[in-house]
C-alpha cells in the first residue's frame, strides 16, 4: 500500500525557489514510478515530471524543463520536485502520483496513477 503525504507549498515572489516533497508512509514506494501533476483553477491536471523507479529515466514538460527537477530517495521513502525561477504561470496545486504499472510510455497520463497526494499549493505572485 502507498499513502503519500505533501509538504512544502506556499506563496512565492517570481523568480524563487520552491522545493516540494512527497513521503509514502507505505512499505513499497521503491517499486513506484513517481510523478508530479499541477492543477490550476479552471484547467486540466497537467503532467509535470516523472522519474522511475531507479532514479533514471526522468521525464520534464516542455513548459517546466531547465527549471524544475524530480528527484527520489527511496530509502527515506520520498520523493521531491525542486523549482527555480517560478513564474505567475506556475500558479497551481501541485500533487505527486505513483504507481507499480506506470512507465516509460503512459508516464505523462494521471490515469496511469493510482496513489496520490493530497495536494499543496504553489502561488507564484508579486
Request: glycine share 8%; net charge positive; with cysteine.
Amino acid at each position: 500500500q502507498v499513502r503519500l503525504v505533501q509538504s512544502g507549498g506556499g506563496l512565492v515572489q517570481p523568480g524563487d525557489s520552491l522545493q516540494l516533497s512527497c513521503v509514502d508512509s507505505g512499505r513499497t514506494f521503491s517499486l513506484n514510478y513517481m510523478a508530479w501533476f499541477r492543477q490550476a483553477p479552471g484547467k486540466q491536471r497537467e503532467f509535470v515530471a516523472a522519474i522511475s523507479q531507479t532514479g533514471s529515466p526522468r521525464f520534464y514538460a516542455d513548459s517546466v524543463k531547465g527549471r524544475f527537477t524530480i528527484s527520489r530517495d527511496n530509502a527515506k521513502k520520498t520523493g521531491s520536485l525542486r523549482m527555480n525561477n517560478l513564474n505567475p504561470e506556475d500558479t497551481a496545486v501541485y500533487y505527486c502520483a505513483a504507481d507499480p504499472s506506470a512507465y516509460s510510455e503512459n508516464y505523462a497520463i494521471a490515469n496511469a496513477y493510482t496513489y496520490w497526494g493530497q495536494g499543496v499549493q504553489v502561488t507564484v505572485s508579486s
